[in-house]
């Protein structure tokens, strides 16, 4: 009881870090707007749901379309190219960060992406109910003078999620969100995220998680479509990309920044992998950037 009082007393005194954004908050200057939509990395979890409209993201590289109904989440580290504006789009963005999160009374696993879906389509009644549920938080942060208590704010935000989650996996059956196959494969993408640059092999990562190596290749398989090592590969050259896109930098910086001791077998690995040199991947970029 006691800590519960020191953690309620902490969020009356603390700032939440949670924002929302919808179409009626007025666009900033051209010039301001410019400087915005360059590519950043995000440093909170940012999610955003289209009322009505059309509008393209880009993020890791990827061009994701979005609509009416549709809903984009990302992820803290991931490289955001915000859109210009769109007219007639009506939507609403929240973006909070890890010890926002860490306040919430559980978990929920569609954070993590292990559908490899980073977009939610919602049936009727579930975007009214997800599309009131932005509105209200929308009310509440956006009073000045006398801010929403957060416990109340915490529990919107909650509620969000837990119908997030539930319409992530709503198209998956026969699969049981809290099975053990999912947690082991969410507990593997954590360990490639946190051990990303260390590199560790499969049979490392297997008897980290108390698996063998087959039953790691199947579950992996299961969730992502490839290998164990191939998922991991992947990840690596996403986060080569990225940290080229967000911070160009030399192919011997890079390579030591992944963990990989020879520069030049990491700039074939590059090659191989992506298809261009590094080189030509930053030429790439910056002829896209021009246009």
């Known amino acids: 009881m006691q800590d519960r009082n020191k953690k309620s007393e902490s969020l009356k005194n603390d700032k939440l ?25 995000l440093t909170s979890y940012f999610i955003v749901l289209i009322d009505t409209g059309s509008i393209t993201y880009n993020l890791d590289l990827q061009d994701i379309t979005l609509t009416d109904g549709h809903l984009l989440f990302a992820m803290p580290n991931q490289v955001f190219t915000p859109p210009p504006k769109t007219a007639g789009l009506k939507y609403f963005k929240v973006l909070f960060d890890e010890n926002t999160l860490a306040l919430l009374p559980q978990q929920f ?6 559908l490899n879906s980073q977009t939610i ?24 003078e006398r801010p929403t208590d957060t416990e109340i704010i915490l529990a919107y935000l909650n509620s969000l999620l837990t119908d997030l989650n539930s319409a992530y996996f709503k ?29 560790p092999s499969v049979n490392a990562i297997a008897e980290k998680l108390a698996l063998t190596t087959n039953s790691l290749y199947r579950i992996v398989k299961e969730y992502s479509g490839v290998s164990p090592k191939d998922f991991f590969t992947n990840r690596l050259m996403i986060e080569a990309q990225r940290k080229l896109q967000y911070a160009p930098l030399s192919v011997k910086e890079l390579a030591y920044e992944l963990g990989f001791n020879d520069p030049d077998y990491f700039s074939r690995f590059f090659k191989k992998c992506t298809g ?12 896209s950037s021009r246009e």
């Open 121 to 144: 389509i919602f049936d009727n009644a579930t975007r009214e109910r997800v599309m009131k549920v932005f509105e209200i938080l929308n009310q509440m942060l956006q009073i000045g």
């Open 17 to 41: 870090s949670i924002n929302i954004i919808s179409n009626n908050n007025p666009y900033l200057s051209d010039d301001i707007q410019k400087k915005l939509l360059q590519p950043r990395r």
């Open 109 to 114: 696993p569609f954070l993590v992406n292990p």
């Open 276 to 287: 261009n040199s590094v080189s030509e991947f930053l030429e790439a970029r910056q002829d």
């Open 171 to 199: 198209n998956t059956e026969p699969i049981n969100i809290l099975n053990n196959n999912l947690s082991k494969f969410i507990e593997f993408k954590l360990m490639v995220e946190t051990h990303l640059t260390e590199q």
